[in-house]
């Protein structure tokens, strides 16, 4: 018993007053959102990220270090909209911060700054595979939602720390100017695509599409999470010849014997597009991830 | 054996706790009959919790349907003009998250189903030769307040007689945000001990419960009422310090006070109460976390239970563990997969049988260890090996709790989606007190989950 008396007197020793820094803390759930937050907050933040780019966010799983993360955290952004569903809840209990608990200023769900695309109305049921009720979470890869997002975290920004106003104001004009000038830049690199069909390997590019006029008609997951059988390969490929479809587009991540065989059936091309920042080396911020997705694209349509 | 030092520091150390608790303390009251009041009390207070998150989910539901009309009017493109966010609504936490999750096994053995429920001595284990409900398990959960999240996990189960159990796996509340990295926990929940302890059936990665932790801690886990305490370290890795103290008696609490009547090593219980602070049950646990690099992290853990057993009037138990998890990522993952993970966990108990005087008295000493490795080698599916090995000193190889015991389980796992499962397994068992040394079973096990999925822990 003379250790549990020990640990708790250690215990009460420990409970120190946290010393307050210099820099906001941001922690996001992905890539993304900390690229955006870092192109805002400048040298008055400091960004970390808890996955990777060249993870599924979806399916990460919570990691002990995630939770350090977040007990430091002055502000935690996330993607929102069931996104981080499956590991966010348990991590914000395990955190023990107030500040970046939801509906403290410290939280910020950039989902409600964006219009959500992909919601769902009537019934729906889990038969439907892997869906979002509240809307497709992947909007990130629209550049007008990434001066949203930008916006929102300013807002933020400034009223956590309102002494740097106008660093923060400054930093998202120039980060708005810049995206406007690239959006013209890529909108004419894939004039070409505008109204053409396209499939995609997951329902994770409709934002794209839309940013850039092209068309997703079919996945190759016949429903959302559900990999693809070989009858549903069979129907993609006479799909294909039928409505003479010649891109497919997909993440890294999945596997790519589905498109390959797709490819081989119907010489379909397959652009593997960088989903996020991070995702492939090289892509360090916003804009260079649209500059290897339109690169990409450039290419397979060039084939 | 107490010498009356240590008494006083276990009374000291009960005070701390006592006082930093003030208000939690009803919920370590040794008292009998607490256990009731205290399940009558979740009751009501499920039943307002209810009553409260219907309003709240209306309220938020009138709330959405404004904010989209709104949005609806604003969905301009235009990118030049930066739009201020919208109030954020609280869409992580809030509302009661009810899920059903479903556990059934089929399995047939090479010996009867009594042999059978010997082996397979968990709760929750498949030990039938045909079909087991191992496992159905309702969970309500949410946030009560700024201040606490609060959970509840009732069980359904049907025995091998066909009756059915319920039970009332876990229900607590813990704080959500206090200074300094604290975190209290209070109710009935299981013990923070080892990686697997806290468990619910339906994350195991094998169909069975490890063999020592039924013997060290009974067919449904270590699990009382009590409170602890843990603490966020203030160290550059991930480090938590649990300290927590939990009623000592039941069948859940199977190396301590138990039920009057049950046998350990030759002695039956006697009816034994806890007396004062120093009778409770003590458990403390250290966890670290690191991420060894950006595919491989890793879990290390010691814990240690220190409490009263009924084999006298004076006789204690303390049982220490160490358990490891490691776990291989690479970078580029579908669905979370490929993966490679590694756990185990070595356990010692000493009990000390009998009290001073008893001429029969001795100081009981077990230990065991499982080691198991999952690879899931593409999205949905998992390969699992699983050893494990128990042992005690003096052991006549006649008690099904004591004997020398080996165990070697392979299984093969299919996720068709996040919410459903299909496990095969086979068991290969060395045993002593069977007449058969050796015994094969498998099984095939059937999961679902409804409604909210509770996420996982790392």
């Known amino acids: 018993m003379n250790r549990l008396f020990y640990l708790l007197s250690a215990l009460l020793i420990l409970i120190s007053p946290q010393l307050g820094h210099a820099a906001l803390k941001v922690v996001t759930t992905t890539q993304d959102l900390a690229a955006i937050a870092q192109a805002v907050g400048g040298e008055q933040v400091q960004v970390q990220s808890l996955t990777p780019g060249t993870r599924d966010p979806h399916y990460a799983s919570a990691k002990p270090s995630m939770i350090r993360k977040v007990f430091r955290a002055d502000l935690l952004l996330v993607i929102g909209a069931d996104m981080e569903t499956g590991w966010l809840p348990p991590l914000l209990q395990s955190a023990r911060n107030n500040r970046v608990q939801p509906g403290n200023p410290g939280y910020l769900d950039l989902s409600a700054a964006v219009p959500l695309l992909g919601k769902l109305n009537g019934p729906m049921s889990r038969a439907m595979g892997d869906v979002h009720a509240s809307g497709n979470p992947h909007y990130w890869l629209d550049p007008r939602n990434g001066v949203r997002i930008a916006s929102a975290i300013a807002s933020r920004l400034t009223e956590l720390d309102p002494a740097n106003t106008d660093a923060y104001q400054q930093r998202l004009q120039t980060f708005t100017r810049t995206l406007n000038d690239k959006l013209a830049v890529w909108t004419a690199a894939l004039a070409a695509m505008k109204g053409k069909p396209v499939i995609a390997y997951h329902k994770s590019f409709i934002y794209l599409a839309d940013a850039f006029g092209f068309t997703i008609v079919d996945e190759v997951e016949p429903k959302p999470g559900i990999s693809p059988s070989a009858a549903s390969l069979a129907a993609l490929v006479t799909r294909i010849k039928d409505e003479k479809i010649a891109l497919l587009i997909m993440e890294p991540y999945y596997e790519r014997r589905s498109a390959q065989f797709l490819h081989e059936k119907t010489d379909i091309q397959v652009a593997v597009l960088p989903q996020s920042v991070g995702a492939q080396a090289g892509i360090g911020n916003y804009i260079e991830l649209f500059d290897a997705i339109v690169a990409e694209l450039k290419k397979a349509m060039d084939t | ?458």
């Open chain 2, 1 to 458: 054996m107490l010498d009356h030092s240590s008494l006083c520091m276990k009374r000291a150390s009960a005070a701390i706790a006592a006082f930093m608790l003030y208000p939690l303390s009803t919920f370590a009251d040794p008292q009998a009959g607490a256990v009731r009041e205290q399940i009558d009390a979740i009751r009501q207070q499920m039943q307002q919790m209810q009553k409260t998150y219907e309003q709240q989910i209306n309220a938020l539901e009138q709330r959405l349907q404004v904010m989209e009309a709104e949005a609806q009017k604003s969905t301009d493109t235009d990118i030049g003009v930066p739009q201020p966010a919208p109030e954020t609504p609280t869409a992580a936490g809030s509302g009661l998250q009810i899920g059903v999750s479903g556990l059934f096994a089929a399995g047939g053995s090479s010996v009867g189903n009594d042999e059978l429920e010997s082996l397979q001595a968990g709760a929750h284990d498949p030990n039938q030769n045909g079909f087991t409900v191992q496992n159905l398990e309702l969970t309500l959960s949410g946030t009560v307040d700024p201040y606490i999240d609060a959970q509840a996990n009732v069980i359904l189960q049907i025995d091998a007689e066909g009756e059915t159990v319920v039970e009332l796996e876990e229900a607590f509340f813990t704080t959500r945000g206090l200074p300094s990295g604290l975190q209290v926990k209070g109710g009935q929940y299981f013990t923070e001990f080892g990686r697997q302890n806290p468990q619910h059936p339906h994350v195991w990665s094998f169909v069975d419960q490890p063999v020592v932790l039924s013997r060290f801690f009974g067919g449904d886990g270590l699990r009382s009422q009590g409170v602890r305490v843990s603490k966020l370290l203030p160290t550059d890795w991930y480090s938590e310090l649990y300290v927590g103290m939990q009623n000592p008696k039941g069948e859940t609490v199977s190396s301590f006070l138990n039920a009057a009547g049950e046998d350990i090593g030759g002695f039956t219980l006697i009816d034994r109460d806890p007396r004062n602070f120093s009778d409770l049950l003590y458990s403390a646990r250290w966890l670290n976390g690191f991420d060894v690099s950006d595919k491989v992290s890793m879990n290390v853990g010691v814990s240690g239970l220190w409490g009263p057993n009924a084999s006298g009037n004076n006789t204690d138990t303390s049982i220490y563990g160490a358990d490891l998890y490691l776990k291989w990522q690479p970078v580029y993952s579908q669905r979370g997969f490929p993966f490679v993970s590694w756990h185990s966990e070595v356990l010692q108990r000493r009990y000390e049988a009998g009290d001073p005087g008893d001429p029969n008295r001795q100081t009981l000493k077990d230990w065991g260890l499982f080691t198991q490795a999952l690879w899931g080698f593409k999205p949905g599916w998992v390969a699992g090996l699983r050893a494990e090995y128990a042992s005690a000193d003096g052991d006549d190889g006649t008690d099904p709790l004591r004997d020398t015991r080996k165990r070697l389980s392979p299984n093969l796992t299919w996720y068709p989606s996040e919410y459903s499962r299909v496990r095969l397994q086979y068991n290969r068992d060395w045993t002593e007190h069977l007449s058969d040394k050796t015994v094969d079973s498998v099984f095939l096990q059937m999961e679902f989950n409804l409604g909210s999925h509770a996420a996982h822990k790392f």
